[in-house]
């Protein structure tokens, strides 16, 4: 099964407007982290925002905010007033906890294309 | 300068020869990790390193090896290249879970590589 599945291969929304990206995880694993990375077009990866398992409050920085559904396994990213800057794929990945039995490896979902329109 | 540096940037390469990806790290973390992007399929992990005497291979490590030099140097090797390992590789550390706020991956700026 996969571990991160992020259903929307391109998504477009208009500037200023705020959209969703979604994210579903499967863990059995009760500590594990959550991040988004955004990789602009000229391919780097971004660090944009991390949740917890154990957090209480959902995620946020700057114009980021991560919606964490622990018992939906979802942890969808929310951009808020979209800026052309903010075209890029965008990435949900997930790092079970020390006590796992994978390593601590990271798990990424196949990308989502945000694309901003003016 | 970038606190995780891949060398080379590109690379076009022929068929049945042998290259290496360099990547060394200032971050001071003892995790490296080997991650190939292929288009619609993400990030897959190559090969993955606790600490210099620590190697583990990942989902994807068939036709490829490494070597863990130092703590700051991780590099990945094709020994006889395929067209089908045409992809944009990605060199990253972390910190350990335990430790850190939020021990997310840092990484490099990408290694291109073409076989033809």
């Known amino acids: 099964a996969q571990k991160i599945t992020q259903t929307q291969p391109g998504m477009f929304v208009q500037e200023k407007e705020a959209v969703t990206l979604d994210c579903t995880y499967d863990t059995s694993d009760p500590s594990y982290g959550l991040f988004w990375y955004k990789q602009p077009s000229s391919g780097e990866m971004i660090f944009l925002i991390y949740?917890?398992?154990?957090?209480?409050q959902n995620a946020t920085e700057g114009r980021y905010s991560l919606n964490f559904q622990k018992a939906r396994k979802s942890a969808n990213l929310v951009i808020s007033a979209s800026q052309l800057g903010d075209s890029a794929m965008y990435f949900c990945a997930m790092r079970e906890g020390p006590y796992s039995n994978t390593g601590n490896q990271f798990y990424f979902g196949t990308g989502t294309s945000l694309t901003v329109i003016p | 300068d970038a606190d995780v540096t891949q060398t080379p940037r590109n690379r076009i390469t022929k068929t049945g020869k042998r290259i290496m990806l360099e990547c060394s790290q200032t971050?001071?973390?003892?995790?490296m990790y080997w991650y190939r992007q292929d288009p619609g399929l993400g990030l897959r992990l190559i090969y993955y390193?606790?600490?210099?005497?620590?190697?583990n291979k990942g989902e994807i490590s068939d036709g490829y090896s490494v070597s863990r030099q130092a703590q700051a140097k991780f590099s990945l090797s094709l020994e006889s290249a395929i067209p089908n390992q045409t992809a944009l590789y990605f060199c990253a550390t972390s910190a350990p879970f335990v430790l850190a706020g939020t021990g997310e991956l840092f990484f490099g700026e990408g290694s291109r590589l073409t076989v033809l």
């Open positions: 971050k001071g973390h003892d995790r």
């Open positions: 390193s606790f600490d210099v005497k620590d190697i």
């Open positions: 949740q917890g398992s154990y957090d209480q």
